[in-house]
Nanobody, 126 residues
């Protein structure tokens, strides 16, 4: 069974940085596409970044490029989301999820991700 666990959330001032981690098994990180999503109160869950099986082809949605980066750790059992120059609007619950979809994986469609972590809270203050 695929199990994912997020960590690294917390409170930070605007302009600060956080590094989130999505831990799973080595098999999970190499058999599935791993995506990061976020959800602010009252808003729909939205895709942030994704990485292909085995840590290949890191992808960040256009609006977040230059501030966010996604990567697989050296051990191959976690996918990290590095967030810099955080803004108030970046606050929310951040989730990682696993998908087996191939062609549309960069679309970060919530419906295509079938295994989810419990989420980690990111708070950004002014």
């Amino acid at each position: 069974q695929v199990q994912l666990a997020e960590s690294g959330g917390g409170s930070v001032q605007a302009g600060g940085s956080l590094r989130l981690s999505c831990a799973g098994s080595y098999a999970t990180m190499h058999d599935y596409i791993i995506g990061w999503f976020r959800q602010a109160p009252g808003k729909e869950r939205e895709g942030v970044a994704a990485i292909y099986r085995g840590g290949l082809y890191p992808y960040v949605v256009y609006s977040l490029r230059g501030r966010f980066a996604i990567s697989q750790n050296a051990a191959g059992n976690a996918v990290d989301l590095q967030m810099t120059s955080l803004k108030i609007e970046d606050a929310g619950v951040y989730y990682c999820a696993a998908s087996t979809e191939g062609i549309t994986w960069q679309h970060l469609n919530v419906e295509e991700y079938h295994f989810w972590g419990q989420g980690t809270q990111v708070t950004v203050s002014s």
